[in-house]
């Protein structure tokens, strides 16, 4: 089991831009793909972003690309999103996951796992 603490997360406007922090225990998460979520009121929880064990690799969803970049620091047992150009369509609960083994391409919930408690981003238009 590996806990996730997200943390970054505020209240910002449209534009803005915010970098949301997942810090991780365990002695295996450097060895672990993680993954990002959101979830908006009344809406399904969506993925995200995607990001390979080393941090050579990413993907996203459609909606975020160009906007949003997922970085890692393994040393610091840290996964980041930094989130560019902010819209109000943003605004959710965020959390960060690992990702399951053998996993990697999938944008499924289910392929995740070891969930943080989720940091809220509100933004206003």
């Known amino acids: 089991q590996v806990q996730l603490v997200e943390s970054g997360g505020g209240l910002v406007q449209a534009g803005d831009s915010l970098r949301l922090s997942c810090a991780a225990s365990?002695?295996?998460?450097?060895?672990?793909?993680m993954g990002w979520f959101r979830q908006a009121p009344g809406k399904e929880r969506e993925f995200v972003a995607a990001?390979?064990?080393?941090?050579?690799?990413?993907y996203y969803t459609d909606s975020v690309k160009g906007r949003f970049t997922g970085s890692r620091d393994n040393a610091k047992n840290t996964v980041y999103l930094q989130m560019d150009g902010l819209k109000p369509e943003d605004t959710a609960v965020y959390y960060c996951?690992?990702?399951?083994?053998?996993?990697?391409?999938?944008?499924?919930?289910?392929?995740?796992?070891?969930w943080g408690q989720g940091t809220q981003v509100t933004v206003s238009s």
């Open positions: 996951a690992v990702m399951k083994r053998g996993r990697w391409g999938s944008q499924l919930e289910a392929d995740f796992g070891s």
């Open positions: 365990g002695r295996t998460f450097t060895t672990y793909a």
């Open positions: 990001i390979t064990w080393s941090g050579a690799s990413t």
